[in-house]
T-cell receptor, first 115, second 116 residues
């Protein structure tokens, strides 16, 4: 079955450094991926998405890279700030039998920003 | 614009008690979802409603029922709570219905449920 996993459960970075969070997926037919950020005590918040016909997409301080050959997704955060401390989830889209779409989430990576 | 609103935020139940978690969205979204989040297991889909008037099971539906009351509201009911249902529950909504549509889901703040 499909699965979405993460290489590192916890990532610690110094403030101002760049962060890279990785994600592996197993369903080669997935055509859409999302990164979410979840702060303590809050619900997941959309950060950035990418379709499978793209290799790279940039947002404000964030970049998502997609390597379909090895089924790997990464989130890069530039100049990491204390407010970036959170759990980051990748998710892949698939079609539900009852109609609509669903997201399959990875287990998450805890990003800790050290001052 | 409130987005997705969940009530209550916290709840403690005794084994065997029942309760309903409420969820409402004001984004005119077609699809709504209920997830549970347990430590180290990410988010798992309990039930979903692709559009008003339809509901379907997700990955972990046992012990739960849902009602899509109207386009805005989607409730989750625990008929006889068990300790295994201790978790954080999230409601989400999205506008994507067609297979090629994006599925950006917007989440509520969650309900933290403890079953003793």
């Amino acid at each position: 079955g499909e699965s979405v996993g993460l290489h590192l459960p916890t990532l610690s970075v110094q403030e101002g450094d760049n962060s890279i969070i990785n994600c592996a997926y197993s369903n080669s037919a997935s055509d859409y991926f999302i990164w979410y950020k979840q702060e303590s005590g809050k619900g997941p918040q959309f950060i950035i998405d990418i379709r499978s016909n793209m290799d790279k997409r940039q947002g404000q301080r964030v970049t998502v890279l997609l390597n379909k050959t090895v089924k790997h997704l990464s989130l890069q955060i530039a100049a990491t700030q204390p407010g970036d401390s959170a759990v980051y989830f990748c998710a892949e889209k698939s079609v539900l039998t009852g109609g609509g779409n669903k997201l399959t989430f990875g287990t998450g990576t805890q990003l800790k920003v050290e001052l | 614009n409130a987005g997705v609103t969940q009530t209550p935020k916290f709840q403690v139940l005794k084994t065997g008690q029942s309760m309903t978690l409420q969820c409402a969205q004001d984004m005119n979204h077609n699809s709504m979802y209920w997830y549970r989040q347990d430590p180290g297991m990410g988010l798992r889909l309990i039930y979903y409603s692709a559009s008003e008037g339809t509901t379907d099971k997700g990955e972990v539906p046992n012990g739960y029922n849902v009602s899509r009351l109207n386009k805005r509201e989607f409730s989750l009911r625990l008929e006889s709570a068990a300790p295994s249902q201790t978790s954080v529950y999230f409601c989400a909504s999205s506008d994507g219905v067609q297979p090629l549509a994006k599925n950006i889901q917007y989440f509520g703040a969650g309900t933290r449920l403890s079953v003793l």
